[in-house]
């Protein structure tokens, strides 16, 4: 069965800090991942999307790691801002699935002044 | 307003109701989606459609119906509401396999 764990489960920084959320996943045969921020009460949105052949990928202040030797992917957030309190949700595709798509449960990222 | 809607945003309906929650978009996308999130889970895919009159199954379907007699829109029909439908609904479109998925801002339904 395809899955998605991300660590940790919950977390607390200070402003002008930067973290790193993980991601595994089995989901096989490997298309593509995605990281998703979701802002509490909305929908979620795209932060990266990474095919086999990309290891880092960057959006302003979030970088998005994979090794798909490892199936492990991490997302950087540099120089935190109360903005960037939110889920993040990891999201991985595999080859023939279609749109299918299998969700992370997200890592919920609090950033304090 | 161009983007992908949702309606209504909040919910409360009884056990054994039927209801129906919409989603538009103007994207002229082929394919739409419809999840739901639940504490503990990740975004589990209802339904899906990958083109007008083309509708297909996801992880979690029992209990709900869906349609697409028009591109733009999908609605989730709950034909007899139970309490396990509790939950915040989200739609999605997108282009095609592959490309990123727009998410709408949610229906929080809650079933008494």
């Known amino acids: 069965k395809n899955q998605v764990e991300q660590s940790p489960q919950s977390l607390i920084i200070l402003e002008g800090k930067n973290c790193t959320l993980q991601c595994n996943y089995t989901v096989s045969p490997f298309s593509n991942l995605r990281w998703y921020k979701q802002d509490t009460g909305r929908g979620p949105v795209s932060l990266t999307i990474m095919t086999f052949s990309e290891n880092t990928k960057s959006n302003g202040r979030y970088t998005a790691t994979l090794d798909a030797d490892t199936k492990q992917s991490s997302l950087h957030i540099t120089a935190s801002q109360l903005s960037d309190s939110a889920s993040y949700i990891c999201?991985?595709?595999?080859?023939?699935?279609?749109?299918?798509?299998?969700f992370g449960t997200g890592t919920q990222l609090k950033v304090e002044l | 307003d161009a983007g992908i809607t949702q309606s209504p945003r909040y919910k409360i309906t009884e056990t054994g109701r039927q209801v129906t929650l919409m989603c538009h978009q103007t994207?002229?996308?082929?394919?739409m989606f419809w999840y739901r999130q639940d504490l503990g889970h990740g975004l589990r895919l209802i339904y899906y459609?990958?083109?007008?009159?083309?509708?297909d199954k996801g992880e979690v379907p029992d209990g709900y119906v869906v349609s697409r007699s028009k591109t733009e829109n999908f609605p989730l029909t709950l034909e007899s509401a139970t309490r396990s439908q509790t939950s915040v609904y989200f739609c999605?479109?997108?282009?095609?396999?592959?490309?990123?998925?727009?998410f709408g801002p949610g229906t929080r339904l809650t079933v008494t």
């Open positions: 999201v991985v595709s595999a080859t023939g699935g279609g749109n299918k798509l299998t």
């Open positions: 994207w002229s996308h082929s394919y």
């Open positions: 999605a479109s997108n282009p095609g396999a592959n490309y990123e998925q727009y």
């Open positions: 459609s990958a083109a007008a009159d083309i509708t």
